[in-house]
């Protein structure tokens, strides 16, 4: 199956089969046969964008169907806004002592949690500033682990650093990140390591290094289930980093060796502060969504999210401030008692709108 997508793009800042008009077509699956590639290719070379702006995109994908052969199968999953995002949730939420539960869950550290549980050997923390770098380490010090700073430093000047039980490990993951710039063999023997130390499962590292592009928004539209499937464990919620148990992208929310894994990890936090499993399910056993603008929702509702959902209660996160978690989530009373619609994969309400949506409401 190939899944297209147009999306508006002016200024032709998208990845893209085709520009035109003031638009992008574009496929979101990456291992296309290559014979539908070349066809797809040859449809989208003579894409002007303007069947399109009339017509809507199920139109546009329907002049594009009568170049396939018949037995081609071509849907549109959902149109995302060109300018859709997703927020990067900062390693401080997982930075620091416990607080009592009433006064909320942040910070927790699923990471540490699987050191102790033994679920992996090494941690690596990224996209720290100096501060939050210096913060962090203390932190993990204090679980009699050597912290090393990780020598990538991205574009942005954000560090990285590793920690683990032993020197060899550390070493390893040194020699490891190097490799990950080497040649594709090498590349992949380091990312299978790195993804061991990490506790990572090889179905979900196997799954990432076959995807093209890996930023948080293609893995979501790649990986996350449609609307129609039935709901999902809370144990593999990834969307919203305030609530995930796992550090990896799982292969998919049905992922038995990734929920495993969350399963020892919420054991773990909650034997170091009893009762954080049922906060922690109470807010994850819900639909998990970021709306158009990348505002961050877990809304508790009843329905099929294939029609509509009522809202009971629902609850938005926002990034922490640099000293303060309180922020981290707060009540949206304004959702309570609206219907949802589902309208071609988007779940829309008077002015909302989001397609970026895991139903994770099934019992742990
Ligand atoms: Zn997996």
Redesign the pocket.
């Known amino acids: 199956m190939s899944e297209l997508e147009r999306s508006n793009d002016p200024e032709k800042k998208e990845q893209a089969l085709a520009h035109g008009s003031e638009y992008a077509l574009s496929y979101l699956d990456r291992t296309l046969a290559p014979a539908v590639r070349n066809i797809l290719l040859t449809a989208a070379d003579s894409f002007d964008g303007q069947n399109a702006a009339v017509a809507g995109p199920q139109e546009a994908i329907e002049s594009l169907r009568t170049l396939l052969p018949a037995e081609a199968t071509l849907t549109v999953r959902c149109t995302l806004p060109v300018d859709q995002h997703l927020p990067r949730w900062p390693g401080t939420l997982r930075t620091g002592p416990v607080m009592p539960l009433e006064q909320g869950l942040w910070p927790y550290d699923p990471e540490a949690a699987a050191m102790l549980a033994g679920r992996r050997r090494l941690i690596k923390r990224e996209w720290l500033t100096s501060e939050q770098q210096e913060k962090d380490a203390a932190w993990l010090a204090q679980h009699d682990l050597i912290v090393e700073s990780a020598d990538s430093v991205d574009s942005r000047g954000r560090f990285a650093l590793f920690a683990a039980a032993d020197d060899e490990t550390l070493q390893n993951a040194h020699a490891a990140e190097a490799a990950l710039c080497a040649s594709d063999t090498e590349r992949e023997s380091a990312a299978a390591w790195l993804g061991e130390a990490l506790g990572y499962?090889s179905?979900?590292v196997n799954?990432f290094q076959r995807l093209g592009r890996r930023d948080d928004l293609t893995l979501a539209m790649e990986l996350l289930p449609t609307v129609d499937a039935s709901p999902a464990s809370p144990l593999t919620q990834w969307l919203h980093g305030p609530l995930a148990l796992i550090s990896h992208t799982?292969?998919?929310l049905e992922?038995g060796?990734?929920m495993a894994l969350a399963k020892a990890v919420l054991q773990e936090l909650e034997r170091e502060r009893p009762g954080f499993s049922a906060r922690w399910e109470q807010l994850t056993r819900r639909i998990q969504l970021v709306d158009v603008h990348g505002n961050s929702f877990a809304l508790r509702a009843t329905g099929e999210l294939s029609a509509s959902v009522v809202v009971e209660d629902a609850v938005r996160f926002s990034l922490p401030s640099a000293d303060s978690f309180s922020e981290v989530m707060e009540s949206v009373p304004e959702f309570a008692g609206r219907t949802f619609h589902n309208v071609q994969g988007a779940l829309v309400s008077d002015g909302f709108r989001a397609v970026v949506l895991a139903d994770h409401r099934r019992a742990i």
């Open positions: 499962p179905c979900c799954t799982p292969c998919s992922c060796d990734s």
